[in-house]
T-cell receptor, first 116, second 118 residues
Framework: NAGVTQTPKFQVLKTGQSMTLQCAQDMNHEYMSWYRQDPGMGLRLIHYSVGAGITDQGEVPNGYNVSRSTTEDFPLRLLSAAPSQTSVYFC???????????????FGPGTRLLVL | AQTVTQSQPEMSVQEAETVTLSCTYDTSESDYYLFWYKQPPSRQMILVIRQEAYKQQNATENRFSVNFQKAAKSFSLKISDSQLGDAAMYFCAYRRAYSGGSNYKLTFGKGTLLTVNP
């Protein structure tokens, strides 16, 4: 079981460039989500999905797109990178339930993004 | 909206001593989960301990235990016999205990950086 994997680990972009952050999980989790972590801010939810073909916005969705074509994968797209998107991005997944076993989310190792 | 507050940006403890990290939260819900996550310098988010609001008994995991005070909306983490490997950023997080996509969101505090002195 690889758990939640993310690629790349680190990326440098220029303002205006686009890129896709990859996230995959092999635990058959229905729920997947993306968070960003900024200094002094904790983690904030960008987008989430409760299954293939179903996505919705979190609290900081602007500038990001997502899609969910399979249960395993949940890529995050930056359409036109801005310096304000410099951050560490985490993907997380869980079963889709109010209580056990879905109450706990498992995180990937993170992607550090620097936008110049 | 739910909020989570960690009032101690930084804490330090001597190796083998005990330290308590504070967390308070605000919610109008009656059923929810609370978590402590550890983030070492590797940046990996590691679940330390979880507590369901309906369970009155405080959760424990080896050297880690919580003091859950539901009425006071307080959820502190106690680390006993601190080890050098406990040095990390610790995040308190909240999640509603209901089904439905928007309920699965984790709301995080801003974190407490724990230093362990040898």
């Amino acid at each position: 079981n690889a758990g939640v994997t993310q690629t790349p680990k680190f990326q440098v972009l220029k303002t205006g460039q686009s890129m896709t952050l990859q996230c995959a999980q092999d635990m058959n989790h229905e729920y997947m989500s993306w968070y960003r972590q900024d200094p002094g801010m904790g983690l904030r939810l960008i987008h989430y999905s409760v299954g293939a073909g179903i996505t919705d916005q979190g609290e900081v969705p602007n500038g990001y797109n997502v899609s969910r074509s399979t249960t395993e994968d949940f890529p995050l797209r930056l359409l036109s990178a801005a310096p304000s998107q410099t951050s560490v991005y985490f993907c997380a997944s869980s079963y889709s339930s109010g209580g056990p076993p879905g109450e706990t989310q498992y995180f990937g190792p993170g992607t550090r993004l620097l936008v110049l | 909206a739910q909020t989570v507050t960690q009032s101690q940006p930084e804490m330090s403890v001597q190796e083998a001593e005990t330290v308590t990290l504070s967390c308070t939260y605000d919610t109008s819900e009656s059923d929810y989960y609370l978590f402590w996550y550890k983030q070492p310098p590797s940046r990996q988010m590691i679940l330390v301990i979880r507590q369901e609001a309906y369970k009155q008994q405080n959760a424990t995991e080896n050297r880690f235990s919580v003091n859950f005070q539901k009425a006071a909306k307080s959820f502190s983490l106690k680390i006993s016999d601190s080890q050098l490997g406990d040095a990390a950023m610790y995040f308190c997080a909240y999640r509603r205990a209901y089904s439905g996509g928007s309920n699965y969101k984790l709301t995080f505090g801003k974190g407490t950086l724990l230093t362990v002195n040898p």
